[in-house]
């Protein structure tokens, strides 16, 4: 009995003789509580601890894809107390992830990342306090400063509670949840505008239609939430393939990828589809790991295309593809103009105001609590608008702490040793990349699925072998 438990602690890499900290050193607090020193108790505690931490994190992200069904077909309003709750509630329970019993060694790639959070975060608190000098808007400050500082921040605390979770696990969790808004989404495409499952959380607004249908909305309060969650489907089902062992395994993976596909041509937006086939033609392409299993992959992908066609699926994605063509040709925008216009805006932003225009200015949602009501702003795109909120140094801090988790996950490849685990750390990169050059600070979901897929991908790879996790 002894024997089996020692190895059970040496595949846990735990060492017995070290002392059980609630918070490490990036934490929070000092004072220890120190239990036994025994390995079952060592063992008990920190499986224990991985046990809740993985918890956390998969209703932080199952709130993630409800909380919009939550506001808009329960609480049926955007402006009641109810609904700020449910807006947050995604945040409050990731940053539960704090209260978890932290694993006290640090890993080369989490120190990569520290090392560009810290001085980025400096450059925005002085861009902050230089742009809130000439005005601010609490309501939109609270939502700035919750993407651009504080989810990083949690992400980063976050890593240590999670070291050891499955990746698959998360891979599968979210693509479960993307293959269940994609059929919810093409009901929603087919109804007429004015039927309770197309309503938005906010009730003010028209409903956005086509001439081949409704723009899908899924279980998000709004049209943008269906777009992100395409791209981060498909996030998922390149992530799995990578880990994935068996024919089964790869067809699941095809079937994330094809309803991350379906859930983009549901929205009617031109953006997912565009990022998701950049991203998983990129993957493709540099995936050696990938490659060595394509033959596995080919037979899945082949078998998972039988029953699209055994079940007339191919139809429908024809359909919402005729619909999304038709909405392009109408559109007076062309696709080069929405993906380089935001440096143009960010140029003319930085000409307009250069030290900042006020804090929480630019949120579409500045005035949701005060006035209930949803706000233009001055510029569409992202930077153009986050220059506004903090000036060029504010500007630089964004871009320092983006640049982080990228490089803090190429860090992660020298030292990775589980097959696929390179892949899937690319699928990541491109993942992340897609976001930080989209909306991720004006887009509340966008900004927590980039910040909790990356702590959960930090959490779930090998550390550097040279540092033994110690609990």
């Known amino acids: 009995m002894y024997d089996k438990t020692t190895k059970v602690m040496n595949r846990a890499t735990v060492k017995a003789d070290q002392n059980f900290r609630g918070f490490n050193r990036y934490g929070g607090s000092r004072c220890a509580r120190t239990i036994p020193e025994t390995e079952f108790a060592m063992i008990s505690v920190a499986l224990t601890a991985r046990r809740i931490s993985w918890w956390i994190l998969a209703s932080a992200l199952a709130l993630t894809v409800v909380e919009g069904a939550i506001r808009k077909w329960v609480i049926g309003s955007a402006f009641q107390v109810g609904s700020y709750a449910a807006y947050f509630s995604k945040d409050i329970v990731f940053t539960l992830l704090l209260l978890v019993p932290a694993c006290r060694a640090s890993s080369a790639a989490l120190e990569t990342f520290r090392s560009w959070l810290l001085p980025g975060s400096f450059l925005l608190v002085c861009g902050v306090l230089t742009s809130m000098s000439r005005d601010i808007n609490l309501a939109g400050a609270v939502l700035t400063l919750r993407a651009v500082l504080l989810l990083p921040a949690v992400a980063f605390v976050a890593v240590s509670r999670l070291q050891g979770i499955s990746l698959r696990s998360v891979a599968m969790i979210i693509g479960v949840m993307t293959i269940l808004n994609f059929p919810l989404g093409v009901l929603q495409n087919q109804l007429p505008p004015h039927h309770i499952l197309n309503r938005y959380a906010s009730d003010t607004l028209d409903i956005t239609t086509t001439l081949t249908g409704v723009c899908s909305t899924g279980t998000f309060s709004y049209i943008t939430g269906m777009a992100v969650i395409s791209v981060v489907g498909m996030w998922a089902g390149m992530v799995y393939m990578s880990l994935a062992q068996t024919v089964r395994q790869q ?134 608008r986050l220059v506004l909120e903090t000036g060029v140094f504010g500007l630089a801090g964004f871009v320092v702490i983006c640049v982080g988790p990228v490089l803090a996950l190429q860090v992660a490849k020298r030292h990775s040793t589980a097959r696929g685990e390179n892949a899937a750390f690319l699928a990541t990169q491109l993942f992340l990349v897609s976001m930080f050059t989209g909306n991720v600070v004006f887009n509340h979901t966008a900004s927590a699925f980039a910040w909790m897929i990356f702590a959960a991908v930090m959490g779930a790879c090998s550390p550097n072998p040279r540092r033994a996790i110690t609990f």
């Open 251 to 384: 067809m699941f993976g095809w079937a994330m990828l094809a309803c991350g596909l379906g859930c983009g041509l549901a929205s009617v937006s031109r953006g997912p589809i565009l990022i998701g086939a950049f991203v998983l033609l990129a993957w493709l392409l540099f995936s050696g790991e990938w490659a060595s299993a394509k033959s596995r992959s080919v037979v899945a992908g082949i078998l998972v295309l039988g029953i699209l066609v055994l079940f007339e699926l191919t139809t429908t994605f024809f359909d919402l593809g005729q619909g999304l063509l038709l909405r392009a040709e109408q559109s007076h925008d062309s696709t080069e103009e929405r993906s380089l216009g935001q440096f143009e805006e960010a140029f003319m932003a930085l000409q307009m105001a250069p030290s900042g225009n006020g804090l929480g200015t630019e949120q579409v949602g500045r005035y949701h609590y005060s006035e209930g009501k949803l706000t233009d702003t001055t510029f569409e795109s992202q930077l153009g």
